[in-house]
């Protein structure tokens, strides 16, 4: 049980455009959603907490217009990279957790933008 | 807010040896204490976890101890095996399913 689906493993696109990446829940009701990033040998940086229903709540600066999260469901939540440029190359991790639970993550995605 | 720290940064032993990875926190209100295993290329993943009224949990070759009036906490691999080989991660929370603040990770090697 718990597992934790990402979509795509990994993505390469041309800077300027958008990318979405979909996270799902896949035996399990999410209440809370996390995006995280992760660059080569660091550690998980939080970009944003998402609540089913709710809007998104961002760390501080992470641009919000730039990184659209979505959680329209208790077991699917979206990360967009809008105009996606070099420096947003990144590995971009979920993690999915019911109310008063842990969290499991996805197997992340790796994001190249050209 | 909470500051959690781990040490070591690397860390290597022969197989059959054992290996403890170090976290302190900052935030008494801290109550719940999970660690990641993380290969290379994927998503971490649980591999135990502590609640604050626990002062120890093992399973199988992982164990885990908490003082929480120092405010640290550890992990404990016995007999590694090469399959051990990754990145591990601890983490605090005030309770589950809150943000989770990371340590720095360390990268474990089982030399065969």
């Known amino acids: 049980g718990a597992v934790v689906s990402q979509h795509p493993s990994w993505v390469i696109c041309k800077s300027g455009t958008s990318v979405k990446i979909e996270c799902r829940s896949l035996?399990?009701?999410?209440?809370?959603m996390f995006w995280y990033r992760q660059f080569p040998k660091q550690s998980l940086m939080l970009m944003a907490t998402?609540?089913?229903?709710?809007?998104?709540?961002?760390e501080q600066g992470v641009e919000k217009d730039k990184f659209l999260i979505n959680h329209a469901s208790l077991t699917l939540s979206t990360l967009t990279v809008t105009s996606a440029h070099p420096e947003d190359s990144s590995f971009y991790i979920c993690s999915a957790a019911q109310t008063g639970k842990t969290q499991y993550f996805g197997p992340g995605t790796r994001l190249l933008v050209l | 807010g909470e500051n959690v720290e781990q040490h070591p940064s690397t860390l290597s032993v022969q197989e059959g040896d054992s290996a403890v990875i170090k976290c302190t926190y900052s935030d008494s209100a801290s109550n719940y204490f999970p660690w990641y295993k993380q290969e290379l290329g994927k998503g971490p993943q649980l591999i135990i976890d502590i609640r604050s009224n626990v002062g120890e949990k093992k399973d199988q070759r992982i164990a885990v101890t908490l003082n929480k009036t120092a405010k640290h906490f550890s992990l404990h691999i016995t007999e590694t095996q090469p399959e051990d080989s990754a990145v591990y991660f601890c983490a605090a929370s005030y309770m589950t399913g809150n943000q989770f603040y990371f340590g720095t990770g360390t990268s474990l090697t089982v030399i065969p």
């Open positions: 035996d399990f009701q999410a209440t809370t």
């Open positions: 998402s609540n089913e229903g709710s809007k998104a709540t961002y």
